[in-house]
C-alpha cells in the first residue's frame, strides 16, 4: 500500500457563527472570528489518497486526474469565496477548519477513480491544521 | 503499452531524455530509547546508512539506467517503495516505520511495507 499526498492553496473567507446563540455567548465562543464581515485565510490542503501500486504503469493514482478532482471539487467552490454565504456545505454548518476538512472529504469520497481517500488535512494557517480521515 | 498509450498516461513525464526531480526523502524509524545514550538509535548510523546505500546509488543518477528499474517505471511510488526495501534488507540498528518521499513540494509518497 501506498500513500500519495497531493497539496492545493485557497483563499477563502468566513466568520463564526451559531443563530443559536445569544450574541454575548457567540462573542465569547468565537471572539475575533464572530466579526459578520469575516475575515480571510490561505488555506493549505492536503489530499492523501491509498492503493497498490498499478503494475502496469507504476501509479497509485493518475496525479493529473487527482488534480482535476481537487480542482473541480473544491477549489472551483471554495477559493475566492466567502464560504458562510457562498458554500451551500455552510448554509447550516459555521465553517470551522474541522467543518471545511469534512465538507471536502464529503466532496471528494465518491469522485476519486482507482485509490481510495486516507486523510484531508486542512491548514488555516501554518501553525493549525486539522486532519480528517472518514467517520470509518 | 503502445506509443500512444504511454504519452496518454504519462504526458510529459514520456518524454524520453528525462527530466529531474529534486527529491526529499524521510526515513522514520522507532524503537525504546536506550538508557545509556538517550538515543532510539545513532542518527550517525541513519545517516551513514542512507547516505552509503541510498543517496550514493540514487544522487544525479538516471534511475532508468538502474537495474531495479530495467522492468519496473521509476515513478515515486515505485521509487520509495525500492527505497524502503533497501532500508528494510539492511539496516538493523532500529525499526523502519516509513519512507517519505517528495517529488515535488506539492507531491509526496509514503511506503510503510506490505
Known amino acids: ?68 478532482v481537487m480542482h473541480r471539487e473544491v477549489l472551483d467552490a471554495m477559493d475566492h469565496r466567502f464560504l458562510n454565504k457562498e458554500v451551500p456545505d455552510f448554509f447550516q454548518k459555521i465553517p470551522t477548519t474541522e467543518n471545511l476538512a469534512i465538507a471536502i472529504w464529503q466532496r471528494l469520497e465518491t469522485k476519486l477513480q482507482q485509490a481510495r481517500l486516507h486523510r484531508v488535512r486542512v491548514y488555516e494557517t501554518p501553525d493549525l491544521f486539522v486532519d480528517f480521515y472518514g467517520e470509518n | 503499452m503502445s506509443t500512444e498509450e504511454n504519452r496518454d498516461i504519462y504526458g510529459k513525464c514520456n518524454n524520453p531524455h528525462g527530466h529531474g526531480h529534486n527529491y526529499a526523502l524521510e526515513v522514520t524509524v522507532s524503537g525504546r530509547v536506550d538508557p545509556a545514550t538517550g538515543m ?58 516509513r519512507v517519505r518521499l517528495e517529488e515535488t513540494m506539492m507531491n509526496s509518497f509514503e511506503y510503510c511495507g506490505s
Open chain 1, 1 to 68: 500500500m501506498v500513500y500519495l499526498t497531493r497539496k492545493a492553496e485557497f483563499s477563502a473567507s468566513h466568520y463564526y457563527h451559531n443563530p443559536d446563540f445569544s450574541p454575548e455567548e457567540n462573542q465569547r465562543l468565537f471572539g475575533k472570528c464572530n466579526n459578520p464581515n469575516g475575515h480571510g485565510h490561505n488555506y493549505t490542503l492536503e489530499v492523501t489518497v491509498k492503493g497498490e501500486v498499478d503494475p502496469r504503469s507504476g501509479f497509485v493514482v493518475d496525479l493529473k486526474q487527482l488534480k482535476e
Open chain 2, 40 to 97: 532510539v538509535c545513532n542518527l550517525v548510523d541513519l545517516d551513514g546508512f542512507v547516505e552509503r546505500e541510498v543517496l550514493s546509488r540514487y544522487n544525479l543518477e538516471n534511475l532508468n539506467t538502474l537495474k531495479e528499474f530495467a522492468r519496473t517505471v521509476p515513478t515515486t511510488e515505485n521509487l520509495c517503495i525500492e527505497i524502503f526495501e533497501i532500508l528494510h534488507r539492511g539496516f538493523d540498528k532500529a525499526h523502519l516505520e
